[in-house]
């Protein structure tokens, strides 16, 4: 159930109601918006016509049953799209379009700073990196864990770039927050409720990527594991999903933007490099998401992918990175967006 507060109702009316919500058996998430909050209402369902009566509690406008699976994701609590603060001043879901990029694999000091120097003065304005990584031989190189995170950090106390990493096992989450402003979820990990409910404890942006054989549905049910244990930081990733063809790594869904921008008001972010695996076609796909309405974009880029240890051929050269944003910010242009 959505209970949805009157215009200029008061804080102790708010707090009455989350009250009786929790003396129903219910869990409250207030959402607040522009000229209203909101608070959906979270637990059995068998039980929600005794939400009912919360209609005549002061400061209560109505009450209104979600219909949808994946509740605090859905649109029919936030009618309005959300934005996720990542580091101050910054946020993704407004008006600004958010470019994420960096290697896949943190591998040296020099290699790190070389690129976090390259990808902000093209006007990047996050840095994505990975000191662990989930591949998929034994054999391949799996990152360098901390050691990868204390570089990462280096790099931000050097540019002034916000980070993103990825987190792999639930033992690491404590260890990885202490460093990473945006926490990533990768497509292996989508159904890893139990790494899913961790990172809803934290107060600190989630970037979540579609699994390569799931749904929206299953994709945003996902994200309501986070939502539900309380953090509403939350950031959809679409990066290509696992079909017949064989020409492209992945096939990305472009029409997932505008699907997920109908059924959740959680920001959208497109990643074409794990999409497409080849440098030459992210800068298309990169304009097309654009296009299609994303929020932000996160970008693979290695001075010297030749001998990158993981995903060389998908990554951009920082001069490629460069040319590719002077022509981006045109699409962002005609888009409504700032880049």
Do not use: W
């Not at 159930?1 to 219910?26: F, N, P, T």
């Not at 600004?96 to 976090?116: D, N």
């Amino acid at each position: 159930m959505v209970i949805v507060m009157h215009k200029g109702a008061d804080k102790e009316q708010l707090s009455e109601v989350k009250k009786r919500i929790r003396e129903l058996g219910y869990k409250p998430h207030v959402i607040h918006g522009e000229t209203r909050n909101v608070i959906g209402a979270i637990g059995d369902e068998r039980g929600k016509l005794a939400l009912q009566a919360l209609e005549s509690m002061p400061g209560v406008e109505s009450v209104v049953p979600i219909l949808k699976p994946y509740k605090l994701a859905s649109r029919e609590v936030s009618p309005e799209p959300s934005t996720v603060e990542i580091a101050p001043g910054l946020s993704i879901g407004g008006g600004r379009l958010i470019m994420m990029a960096g290697p896949c694999s943190v591998e040296s000091e020099k290699q790190i700073l070389e690129t976090a120097h390259a990808v902000k003065a093209a006007g990047a304005q996050v840095l994505r990196g990975g000191a662990y990584k989930p591949r998929t031989s034994p054999y391949s190189f799996q990152g360098m864990e901390e050691e990868g995170l204390k570089l990462l950090a280096l790099a931000r106390n050097e540019t002034g770039l916000p980070i993103v990493t990825e987190v792999v096992n639930p033992r690491d989450v404590e260890l990885v927050a202490r460093y990473a402003d945006i926490m990533q979820v990768g497509a292996r990990n989508i159904q890893n409720f139990a790494l899913l409910k961790m990172l809803g404890q934290l107060n600190k942006p989630i970037l979540l990527k579609r699994g390569m054989a799931t749904t929206i549905q299953e994709f945003l049910m996902s994200a309501e594991y986070i939502l539900s244990e309380g953090n509403q930081k939350v950031i959809l990733c679409e990066r290509g999903i696992r079909t017949f063809e064989t020409a492209t790594r992945n096939t990305l869904d472009i029409s997932a933007v505008p699907v997920l921008k109908e059924q959740t008001h959680l920001p959208v972010v497109i990643d074409p490099s794990h999409a497409t695996g080849h440098a030459s076609l992210v800068p298309s796909m990169c304009f097309a998401s654009v296009a299609a309405g994303c929020d932000g974009l996160i970008v693979e880029v290695h001075p010297h992918p030749e001998v990158a240890t993981s995903d060389g051929p998908q990554s951009l050269r920082p001069a490629e990175f460069a040319k590719m944003m002077d022509k981006l910010r045109e699409y962002a242009a005609v888009a409504g967006k700032s880049l």
